[in-house]
């Protein structure tokens, strides 16, 4: 069973900057693309960041320069750094797993609350 948690979201004044994590069972965690979306109260849910199994990167063009997406294979892990974090980085931050090598996913894990507001 594909389970993935995330963490590390809260509260933080503008500017200041939070580290959220993306902990996977149930897969290859190695062959799995792995991103992280967002969704703000009102909108829909939006992408914000994506690692690829071989290691690329993206990031839609509001993120850049200032979020990091990383992976850990060993750890089957998934980590986004953000910082300077502005208060339109308000949302529920999801974790989404997919693989075109294993025909796997999207899986969705729980999401986790990020507010930027002093």
């Known amino acids: 069973q594909v389970q993935l948690v995330e963490s590390g979201g809260g509260l933080v004044q503008p500017g200041g900057s939070l580290r959220l994590s993306c902990a996977a069972s149930?897969?290859?965690?190695?062959?799995?693309?792995m991103g992280w979306y967002r969704q703000a109260p009102g909108k829909q849910r939006e992408f914000v960041a994506l690692?690829?199994?071989?290691?690329?990167?993206k990031y839609t063009d509001s993120v850049k320069g200032r979020f990091t997406i990383s992976r850990d294979n060993a750890k089957k892990m998934a980590d986004l750094q953000m910082n300077s974090l502005k208060p339109e980085d308000t949302a529920v931050y999801f974790c989404?797993?997919?693989?075109?090598?294993?025909?796997?996913?999207?899986?969705w894990g729980q999401g986790t609350q990020v507010t930027v507001s002093s």
């Open positions: 149930g897969v290859i965690f190695r062959m799995y693309d």
């Open positions: 690692i690829t199994s071989g290691g690329g990167v």
């Open positions: 989404n797993a997919a693989s075109v090598l294993v025909g796997g996913g999207p899986h």
